[in-house]
């Protein structure tokens, strides 16, 4: 049976909590977990403070959250098993450094979700903030592998230097999709602003709306690559529908950035129906 | 007051090695013949060493500064110091925070450092940042081979202009001494060259070679009578075949007083970065026929690091191989400095080859005295790593281990296995801190004799040498208990060490014009105040009658 | 990755033959920039002064900076970003689709004479100002600029600089830099210094309602910051230290009049090369320095219950905590 976490207590400034994940609380007796320590600001308080701590019956490694958690933050971040289910929007780092396991949040999320992830999958039911799956200012490389699925918006940013694995987002995203990109994949269902793809140096940024291209790409070409079938195979289970048969339309490819200069690839989706007339529309100016 | 019984004592500065020997402390922080009362430690099967002294490190000015703005992916990996009641906080790692730099260096029983490239034009930056590192007493060399008005005077001919020239920087950086940075090849990186030969003129000027202005800077510090001779980082650092101009500079050197910083990055053979190999044995050879100078190794350890050097022309070669960031100062008339995040790897045949030649310098010059332990913190890995390069040199069977991971063609570019030299007690006491006292002129400090400072630490007898130097029992600063069992005790404020090189009264009016051309302050705002330094301790020169 | 290459503004005066000023307008707002430092000046290695000198001015708008440049190239607003990362790849002779290029305002055989330009320079260096660094983009539009500089220095040697707006705004973060290893957007919520811009930057900490105090000092927030953060800082305890009456003292609950820093207190200011140059004060003033506040405010806090846990023993930090 999973824990279950109601917040009892509104934070009025920041909770930093960590500690709700299940690597953190799995092993440990109710009265421990209400005493693990977060941080409400500088303040350093029981996790019982905040939260009503419930289990019914064994407990697994599941974590279930309820309450208005906007200000709440690092939750989940650096699990490696189990999942959290949390009912309400949630704070920032969602996820952050994570290993392994599942993260559903029903509700919106903070910027940082799955930054620097290694693996696992979080998915957010709701709009979301910037840097999905980025690096920390100065790092290397965001994301190293796993899966964040994002329902609604997403913010600056998304996969900014990531280096493996999958982002969606289904609403659209804001500027800088991809940015310094080292490999991976990000699927854009709802198109995004403006330098998507900027000073990318490998990875695939899939759109499925008509995107900008910067100038530092070349010009694009017409293909069906045959992965885009096996990653909307993997994605069909989420409710994602990604086109691919040739009959539907192609893709148009460009590749870039060559200011890097750089082998990624922006690949902009183009259904057959659409004539021939607003095809220079697809990809073009900004 | 205090007395510290029964431990082993190790005191190279006065010949002393292992004998038990109680050491008695008066309340001036001194080391005394008697007293009354007090606390006494037994240190009954310990291992009493005088506190170490870093004689060439990195942790304060604009340079250091600049890398830990390039590195917080390095902060938010490393050791936090939370603040407490009445310790501040930091972080530590590649380029640690001033606070934390102080509590790191005592933490093992370093107790005096010494910066070791301070631009005039900033060193007030340095010392406000001296003054927020605790605990440790602390120097500043200041960089000279590459100012242009001084330059001018050489080119020129004008010795005794020239020498007035570095007095009055000295004093104007409330300084220690000189330290002389790839003579003429950063005045010529400021036009993107550099100096790589030691008799052609460099760039912007007629006559003027590395070699003279090294030959020169070295006399005018022997006459002003400085208490440490010139520090000197040879042109050609990193290359492949260095070895040819490291040799040829100290051949410019005869006659004269030198330190040879870091000369692990001078002692390389072959002729390009596929033969690059250990050159430590001709270097070595040369220190052991010259017992008047020393050096410090400048050691590498595998693992991450940032580099920082007044170096540009390297730094940016380093930033194009590495393909990392890249930061860049270039200081008005004076110096300038590149920064580049590095890691040293056992895979990479250059990385391997230069943590052996530094391992090599260390045990093949023979006089620790004249060879000091040292990594040109952060160059070639940071100053907390120094337990790890004393077991390197304490331990042949670790060392040999070590090596059994590299790949199988280092063997025939170094020399490392042919060495089974393991140092004792003793000389490391030497190489860490009687030794550099020493050649810094510094005569008390790494001497546990009568009148001395009180700087020393005390560690648990451990068969493991970099478990027994990373963690010692006490440390002793100034006769004051700073670190016990581990734990932060006490945080000082150590004294800052500076010199008032005798020059020409007329001088003031000489460098005005040319100041106020070439700079862009006021001449006025340009030397430090004495009163900026905190606990300033005006050291005594000793200039040629 | 790019980096930061830069230097003191002497050796902009000794030896900078090619000076591009971008996103900015020196003749306005930094009037003696051109005069004490740049293109008039007189030196060993460029002796005719402004004949030796090239001025390159890239703004939105013909300001009268325009008129003291060589070359003024007009960007349209907001493609800061594509401008630069186009002459990234052109420097490198990479591809660029030449029908794109006159989005920015500017057209290939214009950007090809500014490259020549650049790379004929024997010391070249960049200034850029809040027309860069605070328009769409922001801080990605001054990383553009900055990388496009260093990977200049493959061609030849180029230098970057911003130009830093008023007060010592350099000097605080070269000694956050020191103390506590980042420049600004710090937390000291658990006991040491953790960074993270957009999350712990002062503008984004208010605008979000993330404190319950703010304590200010040598800053106008009330002046600058948008409403959000403004509306924030009157409904909490806002304490200023200010010389003088401002926009945030007058909806602050408290404010204490200092000695004005150079004026009448003592100090040191770091210059927008980061070069510290000493305050000595001209006048007394019967008001105290911001100093000797923080130091009373210290003082009194020290006699209050310690805050966190006495187990301060160090740590080793790991995935950001």
Redesign the interface.
């Known amino acids: 049976m999973p824990i279950t976490l109601r917040l009892r207590r509104r934070p009025t400034v920041p909770l930093e909590a960590e500690v709700l994940s299940p690597d953190a609380l799995a092993d440990r007796s109710l009265a421990e977990i209400r005493a693990l320590t977060v941080y409400h600001g500088k303040r350093q308080l029981p996790l019982g403070e905040f939260f009503d701590v419930d289990v019914e019956g064994e407990r697994g490694d599941d974590l279930v959250l309820h309450g208005e958690l906007t200000k709440v933050r690092w939750i989940g971040r650096a699990m490696t098993r189990g999942s959290v289910t949390v009912h309400g929007p949630v704070g920032m780092h969602l996820g952050a450094h994570m290993a392994g396991g599942r993260i559903e949040v029903h509700g919106m999320a903070g910027d940082w979700i799955g930054a620097e992830m290694k693996g696992g999958l979080i998915h957010v039911h709701g709009d979301a903030g910037g840097q999905i799956g980025a690096a920390y200012r100065g790092s290397p490389r965001g994301m190293t592998d796993g899966t964040i699925l994002i329902d609604g918006s997403a913010g600056l940013e998304v996969g900014m230097r990531m280096r493996r694995g999958t982002i969606v987002i289904g609403g659209p995203a804001k500027s800088f999709v991809g940015l310094q990109m080292k490999g991976g994949t990000i699927v854009l269902l709802g198109g995004a602003e403006l330098r998507a793809g900027a000073w990318m140096n490998r990875g695939t940024i899939i759109s499925i709306e008509p995107l900008p291209i910067l100038p530092t790409f070349a010009p694009a070409t017409r293909v069906n690559p045959g992965f885009v079938g096996l990653l909307a195979r993997y994605l069909h289970p989420f409710g994602i529908r990604l086109p691919h048969a040739p009959e539907e339309g192609d893709y148009r490819l460009y590749s870039g950035d060559f200011s890097v200069p750089g082998k990624g690839e922006l690949l902009v989706w183009r259904p057959a129906a659409e004539g021939v007339a607003s095809r220079e529309s697809v990809g073009g100016g900004i | 007051m205090m007395r510290i019984t029964g431990g082993r004592v190790y005191d190279p500065a006065n010949g002393i090695d292992g004998a038990v020997k109680e050491l008695r402390i008066d309340d001036h922080g001194r080391f005394v013949d008697a007293i009354e009362g007090g606390r006494t430690i037994d240190a009954t099967g310990m291992i009493v060493f005088p506190g170490g002294v870093d004689v060439h490190t990195h942790v304060a000015g604009g340079a250091i500064n600049f890398a830990r703005a390039m590195t917080p992916e390095d902060h938010r990996r490393t050791q936090a110091f939370i603040r407490t009641k009445n310790r501040r906080s930091g972080l530590g790692g590649m380029a640690p925070t001033t606070f934390a730099t102080g509590y790191l260096y005592a933490g093992m029983g370093w107790t005096t450092v010494n910066e070791a490239a301070v631009p005039v034009l900033s060193a007030r930056h340095t010392h406000e940042e001296l003054g927020d590192i605790p605990i440790v007493d602390k120097s500043t060399l200041a960089l000279m081979a590459n100012n242009e008005i001084l330059l001018d005077q050489l080119e020129a001919g004008e010795y005794e202009r020239a020498r007035s020239v570095v007095a009055w920087y000295i004093w104007a950086a409330k300084a220690y001494g000189v330290k002389a940075v790839n003579p003429g090849g950063v005045a010529a990186w400021k036009w993107g060259h550099d100096a790589k030969q030691l008799t052609s003129p460099i760039s912007g000027y007629d006559t003027l070679t590395p070699g003279r202005i090294i030959t020169q800077l070295a006399r005018i510090c022997d006459d002003l009578g400085l208490p440490h001779p010139m520090h000197l980082h040879c042109n050609n650092l990193g290359a492949p075949g260095n070895i040819a101009t490291t040799l040829d500079t100290l051949r410019h050197l005869e006659g004269s007083r030198a330190h040879i910083a870091h000369s692990q990055y001078h002692a390389y053979g072959g002729d390009g970065w596929d033969s690059i190999r250990s050159a430590s044995r001709q270097l070595a050879d040369y220190f052991n026929a010259h017992p008047g100078l020393t050096t410090d190794a400048g050691a590498v350890l595998f693992g991450d690091t940032v580099t920082i050097t007044a170096d540009g022309p390297w730094q940016h070669l380093l930033y194009k191989l590495t393909g990392r960031k890249w930061g860049n100062l270039d200081v008005e008339n004076e110096t300038g400095c590149g920064i580049v995040p590095y890691t040293y790897r056992p895979s990479n045949l250059v990385n391997a080859v230069q943590w052996a030649t530094g391992l090599e310098l260390l045990l093949l010059i023979r006089d620790p005295f004249q060879a000091f332990l040292s990594t040109d913190h952060p160059n070639g890995g940071c100053f907390w790593r120094y337990p790890e390069i004393i077991k390197l040199l304490m331990c042949a069977d670790f060392r040999n281990e070590c090596m059994a991971k590299l790949p199988e063609a280092i063997r025939r570019r170094i020399v490392l296995p042919e060495i089974d030299r393991e140092y004792t007690l003793y000389e490391i006491a030497a190489s860490m801190s009687a030794g550099p006292a020493r050649a810094l002129g510094l005569s008390k400090k790494g001497n546990l004799g009568i009148g001395c400072d009180a700087d020393l630490v005390i560690y648990d007898a451990d068969d493991d040498a970099a478990r027994m130097f990373s963690r010692p029992r006490y440390v002793i600063k100034g006769g004051e208990i700073v670190i016990e069992d581990g734990e932060i005790r006490e945080t000082p404020q150590g004294r800052e060490f500076l010199v008032r090189p005798p020059c020409d009264p007329d001088i003031d009016a000489f460098m005005r014009p040319l100041f106020e051309d070439r700079y862009t302050m006021s001449f006025e705002n340009y030397p430090v105040e004495i009163e900026r330094i905190e606990h300033a301790d005006v050291r005594p020169c000793a200039p040629a009658p | 990755?790019?980096?930061?290459?830069?230097?003191?503004?002497?050796?902009v005066?000794?030896?900078a033959d090619f000076i591009v000023y971008w996103g900015g307008n020196p003749a306005e707002c930094h009037p003696r920039h051109f005069t004490?430092?740049t293109i008039m000046r007189k030196?060993?290695?460029l002796p005719n002064g402004r004949k030796d000198r090239t001025m390159v001015l890239v703004d939105i708008r013909e300001t009268k900076s325009a008129k003291a440049a060589d070359v003024f190239l007009q960007v349209r607003p907001g493609k800061d970003?594509?401008l630069l990362?186009?002459l990234?790849?052109l420097i490198?002779d990479?591809?660029?689709?030449n029908d794109?290029?006159p989005?920015?305002g500017l057209t290939r055989d214009v950007l090809d004479d500014l490259i020549r330009r650049m790379k004929a320079a024997?010391?070249g260096c960049m200034f850029f100002g809040m027309g860069l660094s605070m328009t769409?983009?922001k801080h990605?539009n001054s990383a553009a600029l900055l990388t496009l500089v260093?990977e200049l220095?493959?061609f030849?040697?180029f230098?970057a600089m911003p130009m830093r707006g008023h007060g010592n705004v350099t000097g605080a973060d070269?000694?956050m830099?020191?103390?506590?290893?980042?420049?600004f957007g710090i937390t000291?919520?658990?006991?040491?210094?953790?960074?993270?811009?957009?999350?712990f930057s002062t503008v984004d900490v208010l605008v979000r309602g993330?404190?319950?105090a703010a304590f200010i000092i040598g800053a106008d927030p009330g002046g600058t910051m948008p409403q959000p953060a403004i509306d924030h800082l009157k409904r909490i305890p806002t304490i200023v230290l200010d010389p003088h009456i401002t926009f945030t003292s007058r909806l602050a609950r408290v404010h204490i009049t200092t000695a004005p820093q150079g004026i009448a207190a003592p100090g040191?200011a770091?210059r927008m090369d980061?070069?510290?140059?000493?305050l000595k004060p001209a006048l007394k003033s019967p008001y105290p320095t911001d100093e000797d506040v923080v130091r009373r405010i210290n003082a009194a806090l020290?006699a209050k219950p310690?805050?966190?846990?006495?187990d301060?023993?160090?740590?080793?930090?790991?995935?950001?905590?």
Not at chain 3, 94 to 97: A, M, S, T
Not at chain 3, 177 to 183: L, S, V
């Open positions: 990755m790019g980096g930061k290459v830069t230097c003191t503004l002497g050796e005066k000794q030896k004490k430092y030196s060993k290695f970003f594509e990362t186009i990234r790849a490198k990479q591809p660029v689709d794109r290029i989005e920015t024997k010391f769409c983009g990605m260093a220095n493959a030849t040697k230098v070269v000694i830099r020191w103390q506590t290893g980042y420049p000291f919520n658990r006991g040491y210094p953790r960074y993270n811009p957009g999350e993330d404190c319950d040191t770091y980061e070069l510290p140059l000493p020290d310690f805050w966190l846990p006495e301060g023993r160090p740590r080793m930090l790991t995935a950001q905590v």
